[in-house]
């Protein structure tokens, strides 16, 4: 049996030097291999890297991820796969970081799931993609979670297999039941009624001083959720809309059941038929979270207001 050519490190590394050192080695390396280099990292650290590349800056392709990966569901549809799939004929290498200090509570269990799910996303590729933690500020159980979501781990110059990678296990535990918001508007819908579900979500939206070409966006990401559930959740639906930390949150649930874990993180053919509706969420919200079982589906799309 072939071993899978995908590789998948993550990197534990202390301080901006190391951090420096470790990232530009790998760069480099992989240039002068004839390797397309693609970095997503949060702004402060793609300056550090392009200042340690020097010249060599100008080879490589950089991501804002705090802007890109927001949404840590965007990252593997219109940061990863869209990059790979420039240089379909070419290894391609790639620093991804997705998880660094401030992320909140809420964007935790979207981050170690995406973690995971690259290892699905990416099976057979032709693709090495580094995934960088900061071992001096995030906790240690943030770390453990990267151990069971990388297959290879690096530190201090080593390399070892990790022992508790367990990608199927992490994408179980965090398809988790989501909490009870305290109050919300609430509606159930049917086909009859799908534009009062987007409505009421633009209506909440508008009067938090979110902006128009943003109300276009939910008014979309609620109707490609009413769609899903008139489609594939037994015809009707429930919209609860609150705001929480800052966000306005939609959450729409039906009795579907979605059994494949990769569901809107897939690029699309725009002449392909079949439902996109899940990446286009992915790809306009801010942060989704979603729990699904048999007879029942949550998703929630959440909106920076101050980003409105």
């Given at each position: 049996m072939l071993a899978d050519p995908f590789v998948h490190p993550a990197l534990f590394y202390r301080g901006e030097r190391e951090y420096v050192d470790t990232t530009t080695a790998f760069i480099r390396e992989g240039l002068d291999a004839?390797?397309?280099?693609?970095?997503?990292?949060?702004a402060r650290n793609l300056a550090l890297i392009r200042s340690g590349l020097g010249a060599a800056a100008e080879k490589v392709s950089f991501v804002d991820m705090a802007l890109a990966g927001r949404n840590p569901g965007r990252i593997i549809p219109a940061v990863l796969r869209d990059f790979a799939e420039r240089h379909p004929d070419e290894r391609v290498r790639i620093i991804g970081e997705p998880m660094w200090p401030g992320r909140s509570a809420t964007e935790y269990p979207a981050c170690v799931q995406h973690e995971a799910l690259i290892n699905y996303a990416f099976r057979g590729s032709h693709a090495t993609i580094l995934c960088p933690y900061d071992a001096a500020e995030l906790s240690t159980p943030v770390l453990r979670e990267a151990e069971r979501t990388h297959p290879v781990l690096r530190e201090a110059g080593r390399e070892w297999a990790s022992p508790d990678y367990a990608p199927d296990r992490?994408?179980?535990?965090?398809?988790?039941?989501?909490?009870?918001?305290?109050r919300f508007a609430e509606l159930l819908f049917d086909a009859t009624n799908l534009a009062a579900a987007r409505e009421l979500a633009a209506e909440r939206a508008r009067a938090l001083g979110i902006l128009d070409g943003k109300l276009d966006d939910i008014r979309l990401v609620i109707a490609e959720l009413g769609a899903n559930s008139l489609d594939h959740g037994g015809g009707t639906?429930?919209?609860r809309v609150w705001t929480e930390d800052g966000r306005l949150v939609c959450e729409v649930s039906d009795a579907g059941h979605i059994t494949d874990p990769l569901v809107g993180r897939k690029l699309v053919d725009p002449a392909q038929a079949g439902s996109r509706g899940l990446l286009i969420v992915n790809l306009l919200s801010d942060l989704v979270r979603m729990h699904t079982t048999a007879g029942s589906t949550v998703v929630r799309a959440y909106f920076d207001i101050a980003a409105g």
């Open positions: 004839g390797e397309p280099v693609a970095v997503a990292v949060p992490v994408v179980s535990v965090y398809n988790e039941p989501l909490g009870e918001p305290e639906g429930t919209i």
